[in-house]
């Protein structure tokens, strides 16, 4: 696609529920990124995938948080049991180059409000 | 890991002024972006500029790795200027974007 796409790009569940975000990369890019904002803060780093292997898990705050890549391309962030602490907007990023050094394009966000 | 501070925090400018953002990071840094978030949470590339100068349009940045900062300038403000503005950086094998706190501008009539 033309840039990277989100979905839900708004999600309200009540504490406890599991939730699930979809990422759909940049076509071709190989490099996939997933950071989360809360409100008025800087972005925090989840995880990143190069192609469907998930080398950096390191942000991923606890275990109810899971993620994974399928055939390269669309990447789905799952967050079960969910708390109040969780309501923040998760970002998603891809970039072509598979090293570091690549530009990062950012999608528009998933909203979750957890209650 | 790499440490990335912006400044100033906070910045309230006359539309048609000009002003000029910070960025350190603590180490040498093989990839660093500058991006724009809109009032809608839109993040938006300004630049990617490990080093060196690049001008686009009213915006302008700098690089000077060796001394480890960067700059973002903009000129002739107008209020769609408004937003956050964020620096992120990485460092050596490093797989992710380190994000500064960013400068939140508000560009008056």
């Known amino acids: 696609g033309a840039g990277v796409s989100q979905s839900p790009s708004n999600k309200v569940t009540e504490k406890g529920k599991d939730v699930e975000l979809r990422c759909d990369p940049i076509s071709g890019h190989t490099a996939l990124y997933w950071y989360r904002q809360s409100l008025g803060q800087g972005l925090e780093f989840l995880i990143y995938?190069?192609?469907?292997?998930?080398?950096?898990k390191s942000g991923l705050p606890s275990d109810r948080f899971s993620a994974e890549r399928t055939g390269g391309s669309v990447s789905t962030l799952t967050i079960q049991r969910t708390q109040q602490e969780d309501s923040a907007v998760y970002l998603c990023a891809s970039s072509l180059v598979r090293s570091n050094t690549g530009e990062l394009f950012f999608g528009e966000g998933s909203r979750l409000t957890v209650l | 890991g790499i440490q990335v501070e912006q400044s100033p925090p906070d910045l309230i400018l006359q539309e048609g002024a000009n002003s000029t953002l910070r960025c350190n990071f603590s180490?040498?840094?093989?990839?660093l972006q500058w991006f724009h978030q809109n009032p809608w949470g839109q993040l938006i590339n300004l630049f990617y500029?490990?080093?060196g100068t690049k001008q686009n349009g009213r915006l302008s940045a700098t690089t000077v790795a060796t001394e480890r900062y960067s700059l973002l300038y903009i000129s002739s403000s107008q209020t769609t200027d408004s937003g956050v503005y964020f620096c992120a950086a990485v460092t050596g094998t490093a797989s992710k974007l380190t994000f500064g706190t960013g400068t939140r501008l508000q560009v008056t009539l």
């Open positions: 500029i490990p080093s």
């Open positions: 180490d040498s840094v093989n990839n």
């Open positions: 995938f190069q192609g469907n292997s998930a080398p950096d």
